[in-house]
C-alpha cells in the first residue's frame, strides 16, 4: 500500500482519453519505456516496469512480508501485540510507513501502547494497510483458516480498528484456506467464516460472490461495486477486498489472470495484486506460475527491513516452511485462547 495516487484502473471499461494503461491483456510486469511511460513514473517506479526489473522491487507489502515472518521467528505463534510494534522501531524505518501503519509507529515512539496506538489521531484505521500484512499468517497456517485469522487479528489491532482488522483477518484465512480448498469459491467461503457476517467488509465479500453465481461479467460486476463503495476511498479496505474477491473468482484458479483482473480492478493495485496473487499461488502451486513472473526476480527481495535488503527469495520461503512444521498444534497466546469476534 502507497498512499500516492494509483490511477483506477477503469474496471467496467470506460478508458478516459487522457489516460495511459498498462498494455492489454496484462500477462506480466508493466510497461515502460524511456519516451513514454517512464516518464510519468516516478524514479524509483522506474525499476518495476518489464524490461527494467532486476529482483523484486522494495514495497511496502514485501516488507511487511518479511517483518511478519521475522516476528514468527522472534517471537513465535505466541506473540504479542506490543512486541510487534517493538519490531516496528527496530527493523522498520518510519519514512517507510503509510497511513495507519505511520499513525501507530507515531504513537508508539510518543509512548502510547496497544490498542490506543491505532485509535488515537489516526483516521486510516479501517483502510488497507492490515490486510497487506496478513499474508505470513496464512502462509504459516495451511489448512487452518481461524487460527490464521486469530494471528493477523493480533498482528493487526496495533494500528487498526474494525473492518480495517477483518480484512486483516479475512485476508489470512483466505490463503491459509488455500491450501486445503478444492476451489477458490470454497477458500472464500472458509474465510468469510471468520469475520463478523454483518460486518461492511463481509457484506462486501458476498455481494461479489453473488453478482458472480448471478453470471455478470466481471467488468460489470466491477462497475457495480465501484458505484457501491465509490464514498469509502480507494485505500479503504471494504471496495479492495472486494476487488480482490472479484480478481480471484473470475480467475478462477488461473495465477496470470487472477493477477491481471486484480490489477486492473483499480484501486490499491499493487497490494490487491500481491494479496491475490499470494491465494492463487497457494491454489496452483510454485510449479504451475509461469515463468515470465518468477524469471525477472532473480530469486531476489529488495527490502526496508534493517537486515534483510538482498535476502533470497527460496531462502524466505524455506524459512516459512520451517515455521509452518513447527507451528503445527500450537494455538494459544501467553495469556490464554484467543477468540473470534461475532
Known sequence: MDPRPHRPLPAAGRRPAADRLPAEPLTTAADGDDDGDAALLRPEWR??????????????????AVLGLHLLETHGFGFTTEQVGDLWLLRLPYLQTFTAERAAYRNLANGLKPPLTATYDNPYQEWIGALIRADVHGWTCPGRPRRAALLARRDAV??????????????????????TAPTV?????????????????????RRVVSLHDARMDWAD???????????????????????????????????????????????????????????????????????????????????????????????????????????????RSPSGPDTLPR
Request: charged share 20%; net charge negative; glycine share 12%.
Open 47 to 64: 525499476a518495476c516496469v518489464r524490461g527494467r526489473i532486476d529482483g523484486s522491487c522494495r514495497d511496502d507489502d514485501v516488507d511487511y
Open 158 to 179: 496495533l494500528s487498526h480498528t474494525g473492518n480495517g482488522v477483518y480484512g486483516a483477518m479475512w485476508a489470512a484465512a483466505l490463503i491459509s484456506a488455500a491450501f
Open 185 to 205: 469459491r470454497h477458500a472464500l467461503d472458509e474465510a468469510l467464516a471468520v469475520v463478523p457476517a454483518s460486518s461492511r467488509l463481509a457484506r462486501a465479500v
Open 221 to 331: 460486476t466491477l462497475a457495480t461495486v465501484e458505484e457501491e463503495y465509490a464514498g469509502l476511498g480507494w485505500i479503504h479496505v471494504v471496495p479492495n477486498a472486494a476487488v480482490i474477491t472479484a480478481g480471484l473468482l473470475y480467475g478462477d484458479g488461473d495465477f496470470t489472470r487472477t493477477i491481471a483482473l486484480t490489477v486492473r480492478g483499480g484501486l490499491d493495485t499493487d497490494s490487491n495484486g500481491a494479496t491475490a496473487g499470494s491465494v492463487a499461488g497457494v491454489l496452483c502451486g510454485a510449479r504451475a506460475v509461469p515463468d515470465q513472473w518468477t524469471r525477472p526476480l532473480r530469486d531476489t527481495v529488495r527490502s526496508a527491513v534493517f537486515g534483510f535488503d538482498g535476502v533470497r527469495i527460496s531462502e524466505l520461503a524455506e524459512r516459512t516452511l520451517r515455521l509452518a512444521e513447527a507451528g503445527e498444534g500450537t494455538d
